[in-house]
């Protein structure tokens, strides 16, 4: 174990994160006293409640008494009065990244898998697999996952399955012996300063891979290829549109943009693959959760029908219902490119009319990102936008969502501005009709607005 004897009791500041949530579990399955802070209550602190660890709302002081060590996240600033009490009182401080890295470290087989976009769905694939191949994995996502009960697994071999988050050069920290990278693009830039700061960053990251070990990179993605000479252990690569190692080739999709296709490995047929989930997208995650697998000697049969399993994670395309024929679906999307590929999925769904409804998130990514952000709604019907999500930032006044409004206004015509979650629920209730999809899309408490949504529907 990474940590001295004289450790009884750790403090996670940031607790309800769905990382951080997870490491609580881990270590309290280790047989520490664990407990934590957050800013507000949520359905994870109440899980995390359940199994008997105390959560303190807010943060305060106080809360980090008794506690041997701290272990608090990227958002967390120095001026948090618990990180203050801590240094005063000399209780030791751990950052997450730097205490997943050290628990990763004590697994033979640590899998990260890395990407501006995809890691949740890509992981949770991986997952199911090598669950499903009694591999008895040690699992850490960042979504929610039904098959292994939420956010975490804790399994008794070397296993270790986890995403990689390139934030702050977090996976830095981490102890990969097979990497994945689907995808490299610009975003993060509040600690990024371009996208050449992301490419070396990966490519630290690429030199985490020991030579035994293995990399597997999306081909389809110039930037991500642009890492391979860097790498130290074998490498495979896989895509669509460019000769790779794993290849997906008779595309097809059903009714509902669900896709079966044809994996082929170095020319050789790999058999017929279909999911459960849309886009095109998804089976570029597919191809990467099958290199690794494949790698390890999980057979065809078993990726085969995993895949077939999985039904996606919470708020990646997650179908909330439907009311009076109108299907209401929340989705994590926060990025550009992924809302891009999120409506291009949804547009392949039988619908009449495609309703988004945009949360940014972060000034920083609105204002650096923005003439991107003004193109991606193209292939929505009705978009509206409120306010942006200041997650760890402080409006400075230099953007607002009434700014985006107006500049994609001018390239769809179709967008309009509204602050409040119930004023857009009684809109939507009083505008859509019968047909209509209608999807909450966002990285912030956007997520709240779905449920109300179908209750004004039903009212």
Same mark, same amino acid.
């Given at each position: 174990m990474f940590l001295p004897n004289n450790i009884k009791t750790i403090h996670f500041i940031g607790i309800g994160g769905i990382s951080m949530s997870g490491l609580a579990e881990i270590m309290l399955n280790r047989g520490f006293s664990v407990q934590g802070s957050d800013i507000q209550e949520s359905s994870i602190i109440r899980k995390l409640k359940s199994h008997g660890i105390k959560v303190n709302i807010p943060q305060k002081a &106080?809360?980090?008494?008794?506690?041997?060590?701290?272990?608090?996240?990227?958002?967390?600033? =120095?001026?948090n009065p618990e990180i203050m009490e801590a240094k005063k009182l000399g209780i030791p401080l751990m950052g997450r990244a730097t205490f997943l890295g050290k628990i990763m470290k004590e697994y033979s087989y640590g899998i990260a898998i890395a990407g501006c976009h995809g890691k949740t769905t890509s992981t949770s694939m991986v997952s199911i697999i090598f669950k499903n191949s009694n591999l008895d994995p040690t699992i850490l996502l960042g979504g929610e996952l039904d098959a292994i009960g939420g956010n975490v697994k804790i399994g008794k071999s070397p296993y270790f399955i986890t995403e990689a988050c390139e934030y702050m050069g977090n996976f830095? &920290?981490?102890?990969?012996? /097979?990497?994945?990278?689907?995808?490299?693009?610009? =975003?993060?830039?509040? /600690?990024?300063?371009n996208i050449?700061?992301?490419?070396?960053?990966?490519?630290?990251?690429?030199?985490? !891979? #020991?030579?035994?070990? @293995?990399l597997a990179v999306c081909a389809d993605n110039k930037n991500a290829m642009e890492t391979l000479p860097y790498a130290k252990c074998s490498v495979v690569t896989f895509g669509i549109d460019n000769e790779a190692d794993y290849m997906a080739k008779d595309i097809e999709f059903d009714n509902f943009g669900r896709p079966s296709f044809r994996i082929v490995k170095n020319g050789h047929d790999m058999g017929i693959y279909s999911l459960r989930i849309p886009g095109l997208h998804n089976v570029l995650n597919a191809l990467s959760a099958f290199a690794v697998s494949d790698f390890f000697g999980i057979s065809k049969d078993v990726i085969r029908?995993?895949?077939?399993?999985?039904?996606?994670?919470?708020?990646?395309?997650?179908i909330l219902g439907t009311v009076n024929g109108i299907t209401v679906i929340d989705d994590y999307a926060h990025h550009p490119t992924e809302i891009e590929v999120t409506l291009s999925a949804a547009k392949?769904? #039988?619908? *009449?009319?495609?309703? @988004?409804?945009?949360?940014?998130?972060?000034?920083?990514?609105?204002?650096?990102?923005?003439?991107?952000?003004?193109?991606?709604?193209?292939? %929505?019907?009705?978009?509206? !936008?409120?306010? !942006? /999500? %200041?997650?760890? &930032?402080? =409006?400075?006044? &230099?953007?607002?969502?009434?700014?985006?409004?107006? %500049?994609?206004?001018?390239?769809?015509? *179709?967008?309009?501005?509204?602050?409040?979650?119930?004023?857009?629920?009684? /809109?939507?209730?009083?505008?859509?009709?019968?047909?209509?999809?209608?999807?909450?899309v966002g990285a912030g408490n956007i997520t709240e607005l779905g449920p109300i949504i179908l209750e004004r529907l039903r009212g």
């Amino acid at each position: 174990m990474f940590l001295p004897n004289n450790i009884k009791t750790i403090h996670f500041i940031g607790i309800g994160g769905i990382s951080m949530s997870g490491l609580a579990e881990i270590m309290l399955n280790r047989g520490f006293s664990v407990q934590g802070s957050d800013i507000q209550e949520s359905s994870i602190i109440r899980k995390l409640k359940s199994h008997g660890i105390k959560v303190n709302i807010p943060q305060k002081a &106080e809360n980090v008494h008794g506690a041997d060590l701290i272990v608090y996240t990227s958002a967390v600033k =120095d001026d948090n009065p618990e990180i203050m009490e801590a240094k005063k009182l000399g209780i030791p401080l751990m950052g997450r990244a730097t205490f997943l890295g050290k628990i990763m470290k004590e697994y033979s087989y640590g899998i990260a898998i890395a990407g501006c976009h995809g890691k949740t769905t890509s992981t949770s694939m991986v997952s199911i697999i090598f669950k499903n191949s009694n591999l008895d994995p040690t699992i850490l996502l960042g979504g929610e996952l039904d098959a292994i009960g939420g956010n975490v697994k804790i399994g008794k071999s070397p296993y270790f399955i986890t995403e990689a988050c390139e934030y702050m050069g977090n996976f830095l &920290e981490f102890h990969p012996f /097979y990497g994945i990278i689907l995808n490299i693009d610009e =975003d993060h830039l509040d /600690y990024f300063k371009n996208i050449q700061h992301i490419k070396d960053t990966f490519i630290k990251f690429v030199q985490l !891979i #020991p030579k035994e070990g @293995c990399l597997a990179v999306c081909a389809d993605n110039k930037n991500a290829m642009e890492t391979l000479p860097y790498a130290k252990c074998s490498v495979v690569t896989f895509g669509i549109d460019n000769e790779a190692d794993y290849m997906a080739k008779d595309i097809e999709f059903d009714n509902f943009g669900r896709p079966s296709f044809r994996i082929v490995k170095n020319g050789h047929d790999m058999g017929i693959y279909s999911l459960r989930i849309p886009g095109l997208h998804n089976v570029l995650n597919a191809l990467s959760a099958f290199a690794v697998s494949d790698f390890f000697g999980i057979s065809k049969d078993v990726i085969r029908e995993s895949l077939m399993e999985f039904k996606g994670t919470h708020r990646r395309f997650d179908i909330l219902g439907t009311v009076n024929g109108i299907t209401v679906i929340d989705d994590y999307a926060h990025h550009p490119t992924e809302i891009e590929v999120t409506l291009s999925a949804a547009k392949k769904f #039988p619908h *009449n009319k495609l309703w @988004c409804i945009f949360q940014p998130h972060t000034y920083t990514r609105t204002k650096s990102l923005f003439k991107e952000f003004t193109c991606c709604f193209k292939e %929505a019907d009705h978009v509206i !936008i409120t306010d !942006i /999500y %200041a997650a760890r &930032e402080k =409006d400075k006044g &230099e953007i607002h969502s009434r700014d985006l409004v107006e %500049a994609a206004n001018k390239v769809s015509g *179709n967008v309009m501005y509204m602050k409040n979650f119930d004023d857009i629920a009684n /809109y939507v209730a009083a505008n859509a009709k019968p047909g209509d999809m209608v999807m909450t899309v966002g990285a912030g408490n956007i997520t709240e607005l779905g449920p109300i949504i179908l209750e004004r529907l039903r009212g």
